[in-house]
């Protein structure tokens, strides 16, 4: 396969729409890296308009907020479980997000301009155990990056959620239950740290 046809064909594969009953990491960053959150009300903004346009069309996973990219894990809704009067197709839903933020964001600080990289990356989950890679990826990533030294010293991302018992629209018992109990779900998150998932399909 020459060059040319090569990256027209992961072009192709990369703008795939996201398909009902399938799991998907999903994961973008900022246009040339740039910062995508400067202060703590982007982070909540971000997470608010997520809400909105995602909890509808998706369960969640996993997710975390780092200064220019995100990670999110989820799993699109089949028709039935969507029960939202609106129904957008999930690529949209996701576009919607971006949209909105970028809209918000820009006025905000006086700039003009898409925000994120386009298309947003998304990658199907297939396997338990790369399942349980992702999620404890995901959570390391502000270890990884050596913002921090233990996912537990990060507020933007699910990992405190899923060891407390209060309130939240992430499925944190079926994560839990992909690790067994909540040690093993502890104990798997040390032992991945400092891996990258995604070195064979980040360019």
Same mark, same amino acid.
Request: with cysteine; charged share 25%.
């Given at each position: 396969?020459?060059? !040319?046809?090569?990256?027209?064909?992961?072009?192709?594969?990369?703008?795939?729409?996201?398909?009902?009953?399938?799991? *998907?990491?999903?994961?973008?960053?900022?246009?040339?890296?740039?910062?995508?959150?400067?202060?703590?009300?982007?982070?909540? *903004?971000? =997470?608010?308009?997520?809400?909105?346009?995602?909890?509808p069309i998706?369960?969640?996973?996993? +997710?975390?907020?780092?200064?220019?990219? !995100?990670?999110?894990?989820?799993?699109?809704?089949?028709?039935?479980?969507?029960?939202?009067?609106?129904?957008?197709?999930?690529?949209?839903?996701?576009?919607?997000?971006?949209?909105a933020y970028t809209k918000a964001f820009n006025k905000t600080y006086g700039r003009h301009g898409p925000l994120f990289e386009r298309p947003f990356r998304r990658k199907e989950i297939k396997y338990r155990k790369y399942l349980q890679n992702v999620i404890a990826y995901i959570h390391n990533n502000p270890v990884n990056h050596k913002i921090c030294a233990d996912p537990f010293? *990060?507020? +933007?991302?699910?990992y405190l959620t899923c060891l407390t018992n209060k309130p939240t629209k992430l499925e944190r018992s079926k994560v839990l239950s992909l690790f067994n109990d909540i040690e093993h779900f502890k104990q798997?998150?040390?032992?991945?740290?400092?891996?990258? =998932?995604?070195?064979? *399909? +980040?360019?």
């Amino acid at each position: 396969m020459s060059g !040319f046809f090569f990256v027209i064909f992961v072009m192709m594969e990369e703008i795939k729409p996201l398909e009902a009953g399938k799991i *998907y990491h999903i994961y973008n960053r900022g246009v040339n890296s740039n910062v995508l959150f400067f202060e703590s009300n982007n982070y909540s *903004y971000f =997470i608010k308009l997520y809400n909105k346009h995602i909890n509808p069309i998706a369960e969640t996973y996993a +997710w975390c907020l780092m200064k220019n990219h !995100f990670h999110f894990l989820v799993k699109i809704k089949t028709e039935e479980e969507n029960k939202s009067k609106n129904k957008i197709s999930p690529s949209q839903s996701f576009s919607n997000l971006f949209n909105a933020y970028t809209k918000a964001f820009n006025k905000t600080y006086g700039r003009h301009g898409p925000l994120f990289e386009r298309p947003f990356r998304r990658k199907e989950i297939k396997y338990r155990k790369y399942l349980q890679n992702v999620i404890a990826y995901i959570h390391n990533n502000p270890v990884n990056h050596k913002i921090c030294a233990d996912p537990f010293d *990060y507020s +933007w991302s699910s990992y405190l959620t899923c060891l407390t018992n209060k309130p939240t629209k992430l499925e944190r018992s079926k994560v839990l239950s992909l690790f067994n109990d909540i040690e093993h779900f502890k104990q798997l998150h040390q032992e991945s740290k400092n891996i990258n =998932i995604l070195d064979d *399909y +980040w360019d």
